[in-house]
């Protein structure tokens, strides 16, 4: 019998899915249908990481401190609730990119950028801000999503499987143009574990084609380069969203 992990794009969508199981197939307690936060969280318990988590008005504070700390020419010293989410919001952008801030250092010294903040600047935000959470014994979100992919990497090089993966023989990920860079390291992951999946871009359910993409390859469907993986069922819309439509290509599965 084929066990299935899904992961819906919202919380709403995977109650739809489960109302449609229990409708079609009773009882689904031990369900796999999950989005993207709770799978994370099923998983992180086998990370190597076991700091506790922060909430986003932590992030906030852990900044503001992290800033103190800093005490950069360039900010300033009491910023304000703007500037905090700006600033949150890069370094939500560099981790989300499965990047460091020393990433940003050694891309800054290649560029000549006339920006409010230097390249530079931002890079030892992140550090201080990284460094503040690391003596704290706490982590973010994005942390954790990093120490998930960590281990699933450990798990692909010693030939096991997480937990929350037994049993399971087919991976179905829904709408997965809204995953991050980071998510998309997490979902190949996932599925060179498995090794069978089945990947959807939004569409009209009554309006699509299913590809078995046998070998890795890169599939020009509705104006968009979309990479595949060997084995994996690909499910597009002939009318998909906007963004496909102007061209968007979606990030490598690495």
């Known amino acids: 019998m084929t066990k299935t992990l899904m992961i819906a794009p919202t919380a709403r969508k995977a109650a739809d899915h489960l109302k449609r199981a229990a409708g079609s197939d009773g009882c689904v307690m031990g369900h796999l249908i999950l989005t993207f936060p709770q ?10 990481d076991t700091r506790e988590p922060i909430d986003h008005i932590g992030e906030r504070i852990a900044l503001r ?3 103190e700390r800093a005490s950069l020419p360039g900010i300033l010293e009491s910023p304000g609730p703007g500037l905090i989410e700006s600033l949150l919001g890069v370094i939500r952008s560099i981790k989300t990119g499965a990047l460091t801030p020393a990433d940003l250092r050694r891309a800054a010294n290649g560029l000549a950028l006339a ?14 801000y990284d460094a503040l959470l690391a003596q704290a014994g706490l982590r973010d979100h ?6 998930v992919l960590a281990m699933l990497h450990r798990c692909e090089d010693e030939g096991r499987r997480p ?4 049993g399971v023989d087919h991976v179905v990920i829904a709408e997965i143009y809204d ?3 980071l998510q998309f390291m997490i979902a190949a992951s996932l599925i060179r574990i498995v090794g069978a999946a089945e990947v959807t871009i939004q569409a009209l359910p009554q309006k699509h084609q299913e590809v078995n993409v046998a070998n890795p390859s890169r599939l020009l469907v509705c104006e968009s380069t979309i990479p ?3 084995g994996t069922l690909l499910t597009v819309g002939s009318l998909a969203g906007q963004a496909w439509h102007h061209g968007a290509i979606l990030p490598g599965w690495t």
Not at 39 to 48: D, K, R
Not at 115 to 128: C, S
Not at 163 to 166: E, G, K, S, T, V
């Open 115 to 128: 920006a409010a903040i230097p390249p530079g600047d931002l890079a030892k935000v992140g550090e201080a």
């Open 163 to 166: 937990r929350l993966l037994n």
């Open 179 to 181: 995953l991050s860079l």
């Open 228 to 230: 595949c993986l060997p």
């Open 142 to 147: 994005y942390d954790r999503e990093a120490a």
């Open 65 to 67: 401190r992290a800033l």
């Open 39 to 48: 799978l994370i969280a099923a998983l992180a318990g086998e990370s190597n």
